[in-house]
């Protein structure tokens, strides 16, 4: 036999025995010990946080004393992950601000027009929809296709 007819029969198999129910009693399967419970599971104790164990500080009462520094800071701030800041935004030139204005002002000014009900005239539609279009051109040919200045001589996984 190939080893293609032996897949082709045990597919077989598989689809026969599709709709059979299982004929073995769960019990009967094998279960890992590392699944097993516990007879009895243990016990949790809950102990509330002792408020008069805390000392006054400068005469006020022991309600409204705060903790000192390192003593409940460690356990409030575990298990919390506190973020680096993230970097600062990039700084952007003149050229690429006015085609980024461009590209979101002129449909901008066209829907303010539309929504406060005036007639603006022809010169101003196509000025509008001019904006958006250098916007728009003036971005992708500022893009670049290249890899940046500063890659040095390893340019990583080139195809």
Known sequence: MTPQSDEDEVWRQIVASFNDT???????????????????SPRRVVREPEEEALPPVDGE????????????ADADDEGHYVPPPPPPLPRTDTTAKIGWAALFGGPAFLVVTVLAGWDPGG???FAAAAAFIGGFVALVVRMGDGPPNDSGWDDGAVV
Do not use: H, I, M, Y
């Open 61 to 72: 009462p022991a309600e409204l004393a705060e903790p000192a520094e390192g003593e409940r």
């Open 22 to 40: 299982a004929e073995r009693d769960p019990a009967d399967q094998p279960w890992p010990d590392s699944e097993n419970l516990p007879a009895e």
């Open 123 to 125: 010169w101003v539609l």
